[in-house]
Nanobody, 122 residues
């Protein structure tokens, strides 16, 4: 019923930039908070940033000042602009969204994308 598809990952040198995109599609009634998580090898998945339906953002301390999240409600799309990338940012980045579908308009469920690899290396 609902799909989240991430794009924009890749290999970048330290200090470089990448822009991730997550697009939600399907029988969507409304989307609440959308988030980016990441998981490095051998590590737990961690929250990177999130944005409410009203546009309020929240960032992990490790990315504050370097990453910026934005949202296009009309297109059900979020972006994560990542600047001044460090090797420690290397991970699979996952999109998450709280979505109410047309079949269940009052119930929000968490959906996940398949992830996109970000590698920061010289």
């Amino acid at each position: 019923q609902v799909q989240l598809v991430e794009s924009g990952g890749g290999l970048v040198q330290p200090g470089g930039s990448l822009r991730l995109t997550c697009a939600a599609s399907g029988r969507i009634f409304r989307i609440n908070t959308m988030s980016w998580y990441r998981q490095a090898p051998g590590e737990q998945r961690e929250l990177v940033a999130d944005i409410t339906g009203g546009g309020r953002t929240n960032y992990a301390d490790s990315v504050k000042g370097r990453f910026s999240m934005s949202r296009d409600n009309a297109k059900n799309v979020v972006h994560l602009q990542m600047n001044s990338l460090k090797p420690g940012d290397t991970a699979i980045y996952y999109c998450n969204a709280e979505i109410a579908t047309l079949l269940s308009m009052s119930y929000y469920r968490n959906y996940w994308g398949q992830g996109t690899q970000v590698t920061v290396s010289s």
